[in-house]
């Protein structure tokens, strides 16, 4: 994957010294951003997803034990970046030729709903006690939910190469996952009293937000096509958690601080129109 990444660019960076022949004035007009244009991105690097402890609490078991697991943005991580690994879309309004409103972000939604088991059902008629109806075991109720959004502006500054536009800006993320699980199996104890094995929903709820500088620069190629450098130099994110292990109880809570220094970078492949 990697090296189909690298030999698109180099093809396509090829085709730029085959163009006909332009003045400066109109090699700016062609390729830097003007006011009213809009561009659209896919952003390669390390996912902005919160992943590590993202576990809803234990149902009730013997000793009922909620863990006191406190969340981090693992996400600004020292290893395991990949620049083939695509984390989401980024797309930008240009109010001026050097100012630019952004958004990048990307959702993951998944629900699976519950079903409740069937005991087997045994005809002691038979002298081997034949089971004529099987166990159907319960399906355990599983919502997971894990979004990123990040709104900022951007200011583009001048540079004496045509096709080269550097910026800076700040940008506010919001992190948000969530998840929750409910087992609704009823089975029956020795004694032919019923066991409920959840009292109902367990959740965990995960909420980061922050401030981030950002720079970069993007390399039009092309006159509707970029590839583009972004680096966060100063991040910072606050972590809050809250456990809930069933309706009616107290929540755990916990939080952290992650500060971070030219840690979160990414590649961008992108289209201007």
Known sequence: MKKIIALTFIFLGSLTSFGQTTTEDDVTDKYTPQQGDFSFAVLFGRGNFFSSNLVAPPSPAGEWTIPGNAPYADFVSANDNSASNMVGVEGRYFLTEKIALKLS???ILRDTPSRINIESGTDFSEEDNQVWIPNYASVNSDEQVDININLGGEYHFDSRFDRISPYAGLTIPFYYARRSMYDPSITTSPNGEP?????GNRHLEVVGTGAQLVAGLDFHLLEGFYIGAETKPVSYIYSYSQKSPGPGLEHLEADSHT?????????KLGFKF
């Not at 066991?195 to 009292?199: E, F, G, L, S």
């Not at 500060?259 to 590649?267: H, V, Y």
């Open 195 to 199: 066991v409920i094995a959840d009292i």
């Open 259 to 267: 500060f971070s220094f030219l840690a979160q970078n990414f590649l």
């Open 105 to 107: 972000g990307g959702a």
